[in-house]
């Protein structure tokens, strides 16, 4: 166990929907990344939030978008989907500081998520 | 931008063989690396860390890694591995001093029969 939750393990939505993930950090963490693991495929990342704002993202499109809170739990939202967004999404929270980013990310188990 | 290769696609060995799982990275700068796990079932977990100093670094569950600089390598090796050791294997880059965009490679399949 790591501390990360992410919810729902499972979904099923048709293309053109809009979908919402949720994550909550590990407790005493402050920094979120988001990531795709495509079937056969390593994680490929969205983007991080530290501290309620974006700072760093991957090659992926608007249309993914993502939230911070002021917990530090975090969403990441797709509109539009497509087939090619069905995949595992994975959270990884860590503790970002005076050190900077060099610090363990801490995963969660992912949402599977199916477009048809 | 950073990539990482992972040459052994799906790797079959006997217990009590050795392990050897290859990993090259390309980025003009400097790195951090990592190996992470992924056990059937189960979340991603970080085996061993490389960020600066002795380049070979020992981990967790008996793994180790060396970092050869002028290869841009950074291989994982056990001695002697045991069937729950059966997992995928993921190695990751992480340019030093930015945020933490972690490139995974795309994974070895290992599979060790008792």
């Known amino acids: 166990e790591t501390g990360v939750t992410q919810s729902p393990t499972h979904l099923i939505k048709t293309r053109g929907q809009q979908v919402t993930l949720r994550c909550s950090s590990q407790?005493?963490?402050?920094?979120v990344s988001w990531y795709q693991q495509a079937l056969g495929q390593g994680p490929q990342f969205i983007f991080q939030?530290?501290?309620?704002?974006?700072?760093g993202r991957g090659n992926f499109p608007p249309r993914f978008s993502g939230l911070q809170f002021p917990n530090y739990s975090s969403e990441l939202n797709v509109n539009a989907l497509e087939l090619d967004d069905s995949a595992l999404y994975l959270c990884?929270?860590?503790?970002?500081?005076?050190?900077?980013?060099?610090?363990?990310?801490?995963f969660g188990q992912g949402t599977r998520l199916t477009v048809v | 931008a950073q990539s990482v290769s992972q040459h052994n696609h799906h790797v079959i060995l006997s217990e009590a063989a050795s392990l050897e799982l290859g990993c090259n990275y390309s980025?003009?700068?400097?790195?951090?690396l990592f190996w992470y796990v992924q056990y059937p079932g189960q979340h991603l977990q970080l085996l061993l860390k490389?960020?600066?100093?002795?380049?070979l670094v020992k981990g967790i569950k008996g793994f180790e890694a060396e970092f050869i600089k002028s290869k841009f390598s950074f291989n994982l090796r056990k001695p002697s591995v045991q069937w729950s050791d059966t997992a995928e294997y993921f190695c990751?880059?992480?340019?030093?001093?930015?945020?933490?965009?972690?490139?995974f490679g795309t994974g070895t399949k290992l599979q060790v029969i008792p």
């Open positions: 990884a929270s860590s503790l970002s500081g005076l050190r900077g980013w060099e610090n363990e990310a801490f």
């Open positions: 407790s005493g963490h402050n920094t």
């Open positions: 939030y530290y501290r309620e704002e974006e700072n």
């Open positions: 980025y003009g700068g400097t790195v951090n």
């Open positions: 490389y960020f600066s100093g002795d380049p």
């Open positions: 990751a880059v992480m340019p030093s001093g930015g945020y933490q965009k972690v490139t």
